[in-house]
């Protein structure tokens, strides 16, 4: 069973940090690539960021310059450092990964940045 937990989140000030984790099991984690989504109220969800296997990067235009995916394959664990928070970076975000042919979701966790 792939288990995905998202950690990090709260409230912060617009122009503030934070700093995303989400613990990976049930997969095997070195040769899997994984993302970060997020979903603000009444929006569909949308993309943040992903990384490859091999540790390629790929960012929504929105995000660019400011938040920063990385992985650590010794943890299991993927991270999304987010910098110069925006009011509209507010959203819940979600880590995902593909196993099977199947997209697997975390909980979530929610990020709220105040003008």
């Known amino acids: 069973q792939v288990q995905l937990v998202e950690s990090g989140g709260g409230l912060v000030q617009a122009g503030g940090s934070l700093r995303l984790s989400c613990a990976a099991s049930?997969?095997?984690?070195?040769?899997?690539?994984m993302g970060w989504y997020r979903q603000a109220p009444g929006k569909q969800r949308e993309l943040v960021a992903n990384i490859t296997s091999g540790g390629s990067t790929n960012y929504a235009d929105s995000v660019k310059g400011r938040f920063t995916i990385s992985r650590d394959n010794a943890k299991n664990a993927v991270y999304l450092q987010m910098n110069s928070l925006k009011p509209e970076d507010t959203a819940v975000y979600y880590c995902t990964t593909r196993k099977n042919w199947v997209q697997w979701w975390g909980q979530g966790t929610q990020v709220a940045v105040s003008s």
């Open positions: 049930g997969i095997t984690f070195s040769i899997s690539a």
